[in-house]
């Protein structure tokens, strides 16, 4: 391993885009630890200090991981790369709804250009919105769960305000800070486009790799602090160690669909006639269901923050409900619904990124067929049953997966970084082995031997 290590800096190009990668990476890094314009860093740390294992809700505990932390310090970095992922995913979906969008999709190179800028100016936008919100919520407590939270009972004054009648004041901090969180979000997806074009790897995957990574040492401590002794500890390791390599095996696990091409004759020349196969993941779908169902949850949390009195008395019956089973995320009605949501996600994302119908006109075109399936609609239908079957048991692991970090908070007692589990550890491997594949790739260029063996 060391030697093919070694390998890796003793090719000057490789060496040249690792370093820059890196380079990109600490910039990042550093980025994520200045604070934002005219916050109070000072009662930031105190509020964080003081907050419990269950002062987050789901949504924010994910938006704080894809931003290495940087969201409960306010920094400039704080929106991190979430701004891009949903403006991504926003115009994947649009394909769907809006024929201009497909038909860019189709053009090609120059096409998916367009898509792209599209989703930069969305993000922009999205960032606009989001740091609004981040900065409402954070003046009114809700961001550090000041109702659990006594120390930051006694420190309100995160974003200082001057006299309550000096309104233009007020609006004009309020403009700069939500101006630098936004520009902070353009710089991020800079870096990540630079990370593409001149580095290794995709760039926005690799910065949200780096942001999960650089949480782990604090929530190794929270175990190591609140797991209930090493006993404990040693057994959550001996999981992780399980959980790790299931993960690993199943992120790999394909249904490959045998594809005949017929044989043509063109001239004196013959064409086609190879074989060729149809990767079907097990998990086709990725991350994105556990991003979507933990954004649709946040629906009922806020639903009970705007629906509680602010004169101190009781709130409905159904609000205190709502309180109870779909805020802190340690309970049973929010863990089914959170594992049937990722479900339905699932099948609904899979059918968007895999189109049957289109696979198998493509197929049609180009003289390709599944040995034993007529081309056209038998073959799509035989796509779509194949599909259904692989996405069920994709989908069931997915919503193990991202209950991890929920067990680990109703019944062990750590916090919602828990990072062995969820987004976290889906994120992490994906993105190592896809990077470790195209380091192996542009090895095996200039050696004959890669990275792996």
Not at 79 to 91: F, N
Not at 194 to 204: A, D, F, S
Not at 322 to 331: E, P, R, T, W, Y
Not at 347 to 373: L, S
Request: hydrophobic share 50%; glycine share 10%; charged share 10%.
């Amino acid at each position: 391993m060391f030697s093919a290590i070694a390998r890796v800096f003793k090719t000057p190009d490789l060496r040249r885009k690792i370093l820059f990668t890196l380079g990109m990476i600490a910039i990042y890094r550093f980025g994520t630890t200045v604070p934002a314009p005219h916050v109070n860093y000072g009662n930031v740390q105190t509020c964080v200090s003081g907050m419990g294992a269950d002062g987050q809700t789901n949504l924010f505990n994910m938006m704080n991981m894809f931003s290495g932390g940087a969201l409960m310090q306010l920094s400039i970095f704080a929106l991190g790369i979430m701004p891009y992922i949903t403006a991504s995913i926003i115009v994947q979906l649009l394909r769907v709804v809006v024929p201009h969008f497909e038909t860019l999709y189709k053009e090609g190179q120059t096409g998916q250009a367009k898509l792209t800028q599209y989703t930069r100016y969305l993000t922009i936008a999205l960032a606009v919105l989001q740091s609004t919100t981040l900065l409402t919520v954070a003046r009114t407590g809700g961001l550090f769960g000041m109702n659990a939270n006594p120390a930051c009972n006694q420190v309100l004054n995160l974003v200082p305000e001057t006299t309550p009648g000096d309104i233009t004041t007020n609006v004009i901090r309020m403009i700069i800070m939500i101006a630098a969180l936004t520009a902070g979000t353009a710089v991020i997806m800079w870096f990540g486009e630079l990370i593409t074009e001149r580095g290794v790897g995709n760039g926005m995957s690799l910065l949200i790799f780096t942001s999960i990574c650089a949480s782990f040492p604090q929530a190794m401590w929270s175990l190591v602090n609140g797991a209930g002794g090493g006993l404990t500890f040693g057994l959550i390791l001996l999981l992780a160690f399980f959980v790790l390599v299931a993960v690993v095996f199943v992120e790999q696990s394909q249904r490959r669909i045998p594809v005949q091409y017929a044989r043509r004759m063109i001239g004196r020349r013959a064409y086609g006639g190879q074989s060729t196969y149809i990767p079907i993941k097990v998990n086709q779908a990725g991350v994105i269901p556990v991003i979507f169902a933990s954004s649709l949850l946040m629906l009922p949390m806020l639903i009970a923050q705007f629906n509680t009195p602010s004169d101190g008395s009781m709130p409905p019956e159904w609000v205190v409900w709502l309180q109870n089973n779909f805020v802190s995320g340690d309970s049973w009605p929010y863990m089914v619904a959170y594992f049937l949501l990722i479900i339905g996600f699932a099948y609904f994302y899979v059918y968007i990124a895999f189109n049957p119908d289109e696979v198998a006109e493509n197929m049609r075109k180009q003289g390709g067929f599944v040995p034993g399936i007529r081309a056209g609609q038998p073959t799509a239908d035989y796509l779509t049953y194949v599909l259904n079957r692989i996405t069920f048991p994709g989908s069931i692991y997915l919503g193990i997966i991202a209950l991890l970090p929920l067990f680990a908070l109703a019944f062990v007692g750590a916090n919602q970084n828990f990072p062995f589990g969820g987004a976290s550890i889906l994120i992490l491997v994906g993105v190592g082995l896809e990077t470790v594949k195209q380091i192996d790739a542009q090895l095996q260029q200039r050696n004959y031997e890669g990275l792996l063996r």
